[in-house]
């Protein structure tokens, strides 16, 4: 297990209200094991496997105001520098640079749109262990009102480099690929995108970050989800990376699945 470079996603945790039902949800829709040891020794923070391999993670909200949500998490190697980078760049810290030791340092941050991530200083836990098969994490996208915000913002903190994967015509939607220093800009090498949300989302919908799955089936896991509890938020539909659906858990955190490659 390596670590990640500063701005890759490195790990994905959902906050839920009843985290046995989130084990039941999400051990069948994506064949998880979890760590009832690492549950007990951490406040219930549960890890979640696919081939005895980390993947995720639920953890029970803490109290009623917080969002049940998944969050993603971006590499650092310093989280305070890092967390006044995005104060500069007109961001804000929900959680100040936390030590978790053993494992790391965590944050948790929002954008100027009010899109929250998270950051993780990985050490003795770097991250997820399988990416990009079926089961595990495959990609995230930050979904905005104020492309040119979020733009200015991500290319500014993290050095990201934009790519243009075709005219929104072309691909369904305003969309943006960001890649990593030092790479070619482009899907290939992408870690991330900026979609602009259009005028079917709902006007009460916050700018916020999607977290997409890998998965065999989209069509099953989407029929899936439904029977467990779940909804489906937008039906299985081809994209130029595979075929994708937004669903909703059983207890209201949204993600995606993909069949494919991944992005």
Not at 225 to 235: D, E, F, S, W
């Amino acid at each position: 297990m390596g670590g990640y470079p500063e701005g890759a996603p490195c790990w994905a945790d959902v906050s839920l209200a009843d985290l046995a039902a989130g084990k039941r949800f999400y051990g069948e829709l994506f064949g998880w094991a979890f760590d009832e040891d690492t549950a007990e020794r951490h406040g219930r923070y549960t890890g979640a496997y696919k081939d005895g391999r980390r993947v995720a993670a639920l953890q029970p909200k803490r109290d009623g105001r917080m969002p049940t949500s998944w969050t993603v998490y971006l590499a650092t190697p310093d989280a305070r520098a890092l967390a006044a980078r995005i104060r500069e760049a007109g961001g804000r810290l929900i959680t100040d640079p936390l030590p978790v030791p053993p494992h790391g340092t965590l944050a948790v941050a929002a954008d100027p749109g009010g899109a929250v991530f998270g950051l993780w200083q990985g050490e003795g836990h770097t991250g997820f262990e399988l990416t990009r098969a079926p089961g595990s994490y495959c990609w995230t996208e930050v979904y905005t009102r104020d492309k040119d915000q979020a733009d200015a913002f991500y290319e500014s903190v993290f050095g990201y480099l934009g790519g243009d994967p075709g005219t929104p015509d072309e691909i369904g939607a305003d969309f943006r690929t960001w890649s990593l220093p030092g790479t070619e800009p482009g899907p290939d090498s992408a870690i991330g995108g900026r979609s602009l949300m259009s005028d079917a989302f709902p006007a009460a919908l916050p700018d916020h970050f999607l977290v997409y799955f890998s998965v065999e089936d989209c069509d099953a896991a989407a029929a899936a989800c439904t029977r467990l509890g779940g909804r489906v938020t937008a039906p299985p539909f081809d994209i130029p990376y595979g075929r994708m659906a937004v669903l909703t858990d059983n207890q209201g955190a949204a993600f995606a699945v993909l069949q494919g490659q991944g992005a």
